[in-house]
Each structure stands twice: as C-alpha cells, then as structure tokens.
C-alpha cells in the first residue's frame, strides 16, 4: 500500500518548485508509505508526480515509483494491489517482447496499459488500486479508482490546475489551494457520519467515484468515464431463481472465496489476519489456514465490557483451526488515547466510532505483520446486517396495519421515555433482553408510517432534521439526494444491499479501515470484495443469502465446514467502543469543552440548540445519544485541526 500525490499545471512552474511541491505532498503520506519516497517532474508539460512506498511485492530499487515504460510514454504512480499481474504478466509476454526490469505489479499495468488500452488492461485487473497514469504522447493525465472503492482518490481542478492526492491532507501543500467548507457535505457528514458520494468536506475538492476513471487535458473539459458498476451487473446479467441448486451454488462461491484468498496471500514481507470471531473474518482464516502449509498469524482485541467484546470467541476459532494467535485487551485509556489522532487521521470529518478499534487492531497487527487479510465487505455481499432483516420484517407488518392502526402503535410506544421502556425490559427474563430497548422502541416509532425507503432512511441516519442543525444546506443532502432505490430492479433487502454497497461500504467501512490501517503502515486486503466474487453472489437468489430467519445463509454453510456450528451462531455484533459511558465519565470534560456554545456559535456552521437538547437528555440518561453527540465532537475536534 502506498500514497500517491501529484499535479498537471497549466502555468510555467521551475523544476525546483514543481519538485518541492511534490515532495511536501508526498511526505505529508509517509504514514502510507515509510519505505521509500519517489519523485518525478517534467518541467516542460509542467507535471509533477509523488509516490510515498510500503514496500510489498519486489522490495528491491526496481519496483521504485513513479516508474516509466522504456519508450518513455507513459508515467505511473499507483496506490494498491494487482492480485494477479503473474497472470497478466504471463499473457503479455505472449505476444510482446518487453524487457522487464522489476517483478513488481506496477510495471505489469504499465505495460498491460500500453499494449492494449487504459479500458481493456483495467478489465483484466483484480485487485485494489488507485493511479495516475501520464500519457506525454496524448498529454494526457488519468487518474483511476477500483471498481469497489478499496483505495481513495481525491482530485481537484482550478485554473487550469488537476491536482490529487490518496488523502487531503496533501492538498494543504500545494499553493493557493482555497478550502471552503462544503455545508451540504458538513449535513450529509451528521446525517450518516461520513461523507458520501463524491463529495469531500471541501466544495472544491472531490473523491474519485468507485469503478471511474478521470481523463484530463489542458484547456479541455475533464471527462470521468465509468467503466464498472455494480448496477449493470445486476441489471444486465442473467440471474438464477429460487430452484438454482443450492450445493453448486455453495460450491462456486467457497472455490472463488479461496482463490481469492490464495491471491492476496500472495507477498514479499510478513501477513496475516484480523479474526474478531465473527462470520466475515472466520470464513476468510479458516481458508487461509486451509491452504497455507504455515499457521496463519491471527490477530484480534478485546474489552473487558462484555458487551463490546468478542475476543473469547475469536480465541476459540483460532484454538479450533490451530492459528498462531494474538490477542490483546484494551482498556478504557488505550483507547481513548487514540482520540486525540483521529482529526489527523482522518482529515475529514469522520465519525464512526468502530474507527478507535480499527485503528487499535492494526496497530496490535502492524507490530507483527505488514499484510493482513480482513472479513469487511461480507455483510454487504451476503446480506449479513440485522437492519435488512429487520426493515424487511418492519415492512412486511406495516402493510397489515391500517392507517389509524399505525398511529395508535406509534403514539403507544411515545406514551414511555426510552428510559421508562429500559426499566420495563431489565424485568424481563434474561433471554429476553434487549440492549438499549428503549432507544430502539423509539426508533421503530418513527418508521412506523414510512414506506420501505422512509424505513432504510430512518435506519441509516444519525440526525435527521440536519437543516435545523446546520445553517444553509440542503434538504436533500446524503445519500438520498440520488435515488439508488429506484436504480436497479431488486426486492427491498436486495436494494438495501446495493445502496449499501455503492455509499456505505466504500464512505463508511472502506475508508474506516484504510485510514486506521495506513496510520500504522499496515496494507489491508479484502478478500470478500474480489469483483469476480461479488458478481456471482449477486446472480444468486436472495434465499441464498437469507433462510429460516438467517444472514449470510451461504456464507455460514461454507463455514460449517470448518468450524463447528456452536463456535458461530450466535447474535451479531458491532465493533464498537462505549462511548455513551465515556461521555458521561471520562471524556466529558474534553466533551464539555468541544461543545461550548460560545465556540459552536462563533464557528456560524452549526446550530447550538439542538446540540444543547442532545447533551443534556444524554448527561441525564434519559436518552442515549451517543451517536449524534460524537458526530458533533469529532466535526469540533476535525475543525480545532484543520481550520
């Protein structure tokens, strides 16, 4: 994994600036790349490319970017991960003579490019991967994003200026760079605690769509071009019905699972695992360890609040399938430690709290390993998280419900406090537990006169009247100012699924785990998101995915094979720390401090009212905002760093 800056100018720069310029980008990214860092300039076209190496495949000089094809055509700076540039490599070398000078997959898409076209040479590529490709015979600048969105991109044009860079914070480096804060991005940012879409949290400034490419030209119109997405996948190929034989399935995923698996285990240095003991993660250990002739090195963390800690069962998986296993509890301090890093690690505002435990895991990891594979992508893929089971079976009451029905629920369930209803539910029997019950009573309330889109909406959002919180935005700002419901032709879990997978998945999940996981220098690799992989499975029935009341059906019966069904099946959990708990302990004086309205007020982006209301009905436990809060305090906290 690597970090990639540069910049196509379209006035007259001296090679030392252009080089100056370049390395201070570069360098602020030598947490994605400590090993090395490369510089290339050419003061004539007035383009300059910065490439910051974690050194992966061929760790000697030759593999040393930016790298250039011999006829001097084409300049390459690439961030990621070509699985199967062997293969690649191998196909070329039967029609072409090419002098090879390094073993590395960044001279394979040099020259795959150069034989047979940008378009044609992506097609062919599994893998994770952002680049920017120099064509001095075109003058042409491409820069290109996987069809996932594994790998970040983000660009700007200004003046006749293309600069880019893996993160923003590398824009702060080049000179006269306006940064103007994007108050539709900051609403969207508190409606769903990231950014989506193309947006950064600066107007001008964008990320580079999943499965896009940008074409750009001096005094010419940029062009972006899609050349994969998920849509025409699912709307173009043939897809099986509920009678495709369920064995053949289950035989073709676990065959792709594990040549995938056996692609990204494919590295010149170090590499294990993440194993937090659920399905994702289970799945991708038990086949590494199936076909690795080594115990595969397992690693994982706990909490001594039994509600946020899977580590026990983690530590029995890896004991069942003979991993070499490590693990590590964390306490309250360890993570709260990693709080102050977060505004400069992720240098945008970004909230999801699972990014404390993210980064903790792969600094654990990184002090043993400089390759690991994960489990994320699974519950997109498979259908795995509860809010699809749970809005398909809403839905599907709601229409048995008449109109005065629905209202009389919705005002029974409002008649309690949240906290009245926890009350009701700790006298309950154990196994009837529900954790935060009545905060979720509350939020079944407000769905109960919505339709299946209000429905998926209300679940997948923190504060919902964002133009009453932030001044001047749109009401339509999110996800939901494109209408990705009505994009493909599904059934409510399955359009979930996708909406999913084109906005959260790569602006939640993706940037979560590159971002904590460069900030140690430890490459990520996800094996469940192999584009081959997710194709197939979206042929696939929903009843595939979904049986007798279950996630991830398919998923689970691969599983079942190696790891018995006991060590498995129980209720999903989230990675999450106790931030509730903390913000009326121990963080609540840094809390107090971020929420000052004197500082909020002045600042003229947010609303002080209803942050007010929030913090005060939280510090009282009547209810438990830890969500909205945190949105709040890491947008303060992202503002004190980068403002």
């Known amino acids: 994994m690597c970090g990639i800056a540069g910049f196509l100018c379209n006035e007259s720069m001296n090679a030392d600036n252009m080089q100056q310029i370049v390395g201070r980008m570069t360098n602020s990214l030598d947490h994605r790349g400590p090993d090395a860092t490369g510089i290339w300039s050419d003061n004539e076209n007035h383009i300059a490319l910065g490439h910051a190496r974690l050194s992966i495949i061929d760790l000697s000089n030759n593999g040393v970017q930016p790298m250039m094809t011999s006829c001097g055509r084409y300049t390459l700076v690439f961030n990621g991960e070509i699985y199967n540039f062997v293969e690649i490599r191998a196909e070329l070398d039967k029609t072409e003579s090419i002098a090879w000078i390094s073993n590395s ?42 069809r996932i969105g594994i790998k970040p991109l983000y660009w700007t044009e200004a003046d006749n200026n293309l600069v880019f860079a893996s993160e923003l914070k590398a824009f702060h480096h080049y000179p006269n760079m306006p940064f103007s804060i994007d108050l539709d991005s900051v609403s969207a940012y508190m409606r769903h605690n990231y950014i989506p879409g193309e947006q950064s949290i600066y107007k001008n400034i964008n990320k580079l769509l999943p499965g896009t490419y940008l074409v750009y030209k001096k005094n010419q119109e940029t062009i972006i071009k899609t050349y994969w997405d998920l849509k025409d996948k699912i709307n173009k190929e043939q897809r099986f019905d509920d009678n495709y034989c369920s064995k053949e399935a289950i035989k073709n995923v676990e065959e792709l699972i594990v040549d995938s698996i056996k692609k990204r285990m494919i590295s010149d240095v170090s590499l294990g695992a993440f194993l937090s003991g659920g399905i994702d993660s289970s799945t991708v250990v038990a086949l590494m360890q199936k076909n690795s002739t080594n115990l595969v090195k397992t690693f994982s963390i706990g ?195 996708y909406t999913d997978t084109k906005t959260y998945l790569p602006d939640d999940i993706l940037t979560k785990v590159d971002r904590a996981s460069m900030a140690v220098s430890l490459e990520v690799r996800v094996p469940l998101l192999d584009h081959r992989l ?36 129980r209720p999903k959990m989230g990675f999450g720390v106790p931030i509730g708990h903390w913000l009326r302990g121990p963080l609540r004086d840094w809390a107090e401090c971020l929420l000052d309205e004197k500082k909020i007020k002045e600042a003229g982006i947010l609303n002080y009212a209803p942050i007010k209301i929030k913090w005060a009905e939280h510090l009282s436990g009547e209810r438990n905002w830890q969500y909205h809060i945190w949105d709040i305090l890491i947008f303060q906290a992202w503002s004190e760093k980068w403002l």
């Open 105 to 146: 997959d960044t001279e394979v898409i040099l020259y795959a490019i150069r034989c047979w076209g940008l378009e044609n040479a992506i097609a062919k590529f599994i893998g994770m991967f952002a680049f920017a490709l120099w064509d001095k015979q075109e003058q042409s600048l491409f820069l290109v994003r996987d």
């Open 534 to 569: 997710v194709e197939y499975v979206w042929k696939l029935p929903l009843s595939m995915k979904m049986r007798n009341g279950r996630s991830k059906w398919l998923l689970r019966e691969i599983l079942y094979k190696y790891v018995p069904q006991k060590l498995i099946d």
């Open 303 to 497: 909490f001594n609040e039994k509600e946020y800690n899977e580590a026990h069962h983690a530590k029995l998986i890896a004991e069942h399938l003979g991993t070499d296993h490590t693990e590590f509890y964390v306490s309250d301090q360890d993570a709260m430690d990693v709080i102050p890093k977060l505004p400069d690690m992720y240098d945008e505002p970004f909230s999801d709290s699972s990014q404390i435990p993210t980064y903790l895991v792969s600094k654990l990891t990184r002090q043993h390993v400089t390759v690991v594979l994960s489990g994320d992508g699974g519950d997109e893929v498979f259908a795995g998280y509860n809010r699809y089971y749970f809005a398909n079976s809403l839905s599907n009451k709601f229409k048995l419900l008449t109109g005065p029905g629905r209202y009389f629920l919705k005002k029974a369930i409002k008649q309690g406090s949240p906290s009245s209803w926890d009350k009701i539910f700790d006298l309950l029997p154990s196994k009837y537990a529900v954790p935060q019950a009545g905060d979720k009573l509350h939020k079944l309330a407000s769905v109960i006169s919505g339709n299946q889109q209000d429905i998926y909406k209300k679940l997948v959002s923190h504060w919902d009247n964002t133009t009453d919180l932030v001044s001047g935005t749109s009401h339509h700002s999110g996800i939901f100012s494109k209408d990705y419901f009505n994009e493909v032709n599904t059934n409510f879990v399955e359009t979930m699924q």
